[in-house]
Nanobody, 125 residues
């Protein structure tokens, strides 16, 4: 089993910043990619960012490129999402997920086999 626990969400004004954290644990934890996804009310879950656990290569959705930064701490099994320049359209529940065995490309939701419970991010205008 794998457990993922997100933290760091909250309410922020447009232009502000938040840092999300994801703590991974469990005997079965291993990772090829760690990813962040988000889901706004009435919308489908979408890819935000991902990081290769081994190489540290990072990948971003076009909508967040240049504003968000994903990073990892392998020793602590932690993944972070630094979000700067937040916009009202960034409002969503943000989920951390792990793709343990390269089950598809980094942006493929179906390739991620464990998910956190989500953390709410609300950006006011």
């Amino acid at each position: 089993q794998v457990q993922l626990v997100e933290s760091g969400g909250g309410l922020v004004q447009a232009g502000g910043s938040l840092r999300l954290s994801c703590a991974a644990s469990g005997r079965s934890f291993r990772s090829y990619y760690m990813g962040w996804f988000r889901q706004a009310p009435g919308k489908e879950r979408e890819f935000v960012a991902a990081i290769s656990w081994i190489t540290g290569n990072t990948y971003y959705a076009d909508s967040v490129k240049g504003r968000f930064t994903i990073s990892r701490d392998n020793a602590k099994n932690m993944v972070y999402l630094q979000m700067n320049g937040l916009r009202p359209e960034d409002t969503a529940v943000y989920y951390c997920a792990v793709n343990r065995d390269y089950s598809g490309t980094y942006s493929l939701i179906g390739g991620y086999d464990y998910w956190g419970q989500g953390t709410q991010v609300t950006v006011s205008s």
